[in-house]
């Protein structure tokens, strides 16, 4: 097994403890024209947090993940050792109260029992600053404990809003910056609260030869 995930050895260090990391990832050039193509795409719903996993829409599904694959598999990989995207999506917060996404961790996807891990990339397609929905992240949580997450799998102190909300960190990011989280971290979002949607990307990666599971 690959001792290091990230390439960059200061990277690796901080998000191994802290359980994220900012990192540049592809220009703001490449990170508009993906903004613009799923815009173009989808168009704008209203007061809503929408992920590609929601939408039945297999024909658009297969055209999001071939957009993403193209303009940001390459990069991902450069930035990673020995890891690969097994998972695509385009994440879009649009203007309103209700966009915003609870405290949350991601589901397991490899065996973190035989010290696997899987790790999200969230790319900025745009500045995500100010009001227009950042991410937040509480930093070293993904250290604290190792259940099982899934379907219907959610560990109950995640329900202890109170105690979490005041340990959250807004991630500030710039258009075509990323941030690599552990699949344990807990994480959630603010709403956009601008007039104009707000678009990500997220990029789920696992070590090469690391099976799936759920």
Known sequence: MTEHVLIDPELDRRLQRDGFVVAPL???A???GLRSAYLDRVG???D???SDMQ???IEYRRWAAQE???GLDGPTAALFVDHRPFMRHFLAQFPGDNSGSDVQRDWMWVDERA????YVVWVALEDITGHNGQLRVIRGSHRLDGMLRGADLTAPWLAHEGVLEDRLLAVPLEAGQCVVLDGALVHASYPNHTDVPRVAAVLATRR?????VH
Request: aromatic share 0%.
């Open 48 to 50: 809503r947090l929408l």
């Open 208 to 212: 090469v030869g690391a099976g799936l």
């Open 26 to 28: 592809i220009d703001a």
């Open 55 to 57: 939408v039945d829409d």
């Open 44 to 46: 704008v719903h209203d």
């Open 68 to 70: 993403l694959r193209q």
């Open 115 to 118: 010290h696997e891990r899987s």
């Open 30 to 32: 490449t990170a508009s």
